[in-house]
């Protein structure tokens, strides 16, 4: 159990290198092997449900290595009441969604191994405590399901994926923004120190009272939050992109885009912008 959260995160991981080395006309297996690693997946979120302390309202089964140093980054990861659901659920989805995907014939080897990294980019949005590798996981689930879509998808899937690709980005750059604001801004209360540290961020944003071009830095930086999460839900006035790219997805991914992605952006919401919610009037 002490590491069973890189485990969810890192095992399809190992899936997917494990089908690169499988040749491309060994589809069935290709197939079988995307089974077994989301199957063992869904598995371990069962145990860590059957682990978990309801009780608790802390985080658990928290993991932490030094990463970046000199930037404060590290590889911080846990689980609480609000995330453990979304892990079991994005679990279930994906190991349904091997099967649901049975039937793709076209490049059998990439999809597969797309299909995988899409996993553990979202798999590590959920269980990230370190907003810089909160975002580094919500970038890598970028480029899967533009392929995904792009290259598996309906008649219109080139404009469908181009404009999901496009939209997120541009939410991406506004969370970005945020993450490096946040980190500055409260470095003078941490013995001036940035940090990315989700729990230390918590007890820190709070202190922010600085102003720039005559607006509360909270107030700013939750706009920038709120733009890049309110896109991925999505929310008026940002929703277009998602019509298309449910109708042009492949079935699988569409499933997973409505079950699992959308929800992301309210699990970003709820665990990210009440960092900067200003507590002045």
Known sequence: MDYILSWLIWLPVIGMV?????????????????????????????VLWN???????????????????????????GVDGLSLPMVILTG?????????????????????????LLNTGVMGVFLSLDFFLFYIFWEVM??????????????????????FFLYTLFGSLFMLLAMIGLWYFTAPFN?????FNLI????????IDSQLWGFD???????????????????????????LAHVEAPTAISVILAGVLLKMGTYGSVSYTHLTLPTKA
């Open 191 to 195: 013995n001036n120190e940035g940090t």
């Open 142 to 163: 970028l480029l899967p399901m533009y392929f995904l879509i792009g290259m598996w998808g309906g008649p219109q899937r080139e404009y469908a994926a181009i404009k």
């Open 200 to 207: 230390k961020l918590i007890q820190l944003s709070p202190m």
């Open 51 to 77: 682990n978990f302390d309801s009780k608790d309202g802390s985080m658990q089964f928290k993991e932490w290595a030094e990463w970046i140093p000199s930037f404060n980054i590290s590889y911080y990861l």
């Open 217 to 243: 830095i909270q107030w700013l930086l939750w706009i920038a939050l709120f733009i890049g999460f309110a896109i991925k839900v999505p929310v008026f006035p940002f929703h277009t992109w998602l019509p």
């Open 92 to 116: 279930m989805l994906f190991f349904i969604g091997v099967f649901v995907s049975w039937n793709i014939k076209k490049a059998v080897k990439g999809y597969f191994a797309l299909f995988l």
């Open 18 to 46: 494990a089908i690169a080395f499988i040749p491309r006309d060994k589809e069935v297996l290709i197939k079988q092997s995307a089974a077994v690693t989301t199957g063992l997946q869904f598995v371990l979120t069962l």
